[in-house]
């Protein structure tokens, strides 16, 4: 029976989100593509904005707010492979008018798989830089440790 999901759970500024390796994940020798790294951040990324209420699609509705990836750094570390359970933990670093900063790490227990180091854009439907909402950039600033507030 396929496990409920879940928006993962966020403790002391850090999310952490739960995933399978499924079979769809892997090349022929069981082990996870590279490139599915990236969608378990992304999902990981999506469920912590949903956590803190500010879901991808109502802020492209409501405000015209898009996020776009601009940079983004892998280290691979160490293979996951297929029935693994893993977790994305994602960490914001910095938080600016119109962009995030974030560190995530796809783990296995307490062996760190990937980390990425990444700044996501925030853009209107043309592309254009555009402000985070008030509320939204509130809630990314209080993610941050109090030395590192704006």
């Given amino acids: 029976m396929p496990e409920a999901p879940t928006s993962g759970t966020l403790t002391a500024g850090t999310h952490v989100f739960p995933i399978r390796v499924y079979y769809e994940d892997t090349d022929a020798a069981g082990i996870v593509y590279y490139a599915n790294y990236l969608k378990f951040a992304e999902r990981g990324r999506t469920e ?16 015209g707010v898009l996020w776009a990836v601009r940079r983004c750094v892998v ?21 600016g008018a119109a962009r995030l900063d974030a560190l995530q790490v796809v783990r296995r227990g307490a062996a760190d798989l990937a980390r990425l180091v990444l700044r996501l854009a925030c853009i209107d439907r043309a592309g254009r830089p555009r402000r985070l909402p008030a509320a939204v950039r509130a809630s990314l600033l209080a993610l941050l440790p109090p030395q590192s507030r704006a």
Avoid: F, I, K, N
């Avoid at 912590?48 to 405000?63: F, I, K, T, V, Y």
């Fill in 75 to 95: 280290d691979y570390l160490s293979p996951a492979r297929l029935d693994d359970r893993l977790e994305v933990v994602t960490s914001v670093t910095d938080v």
């Fill in 48 to 63: 912590l904005m949903r956590l803190l209420g500010a879901e991808h699609r109502a802020l492209m509705e409501d405000q």
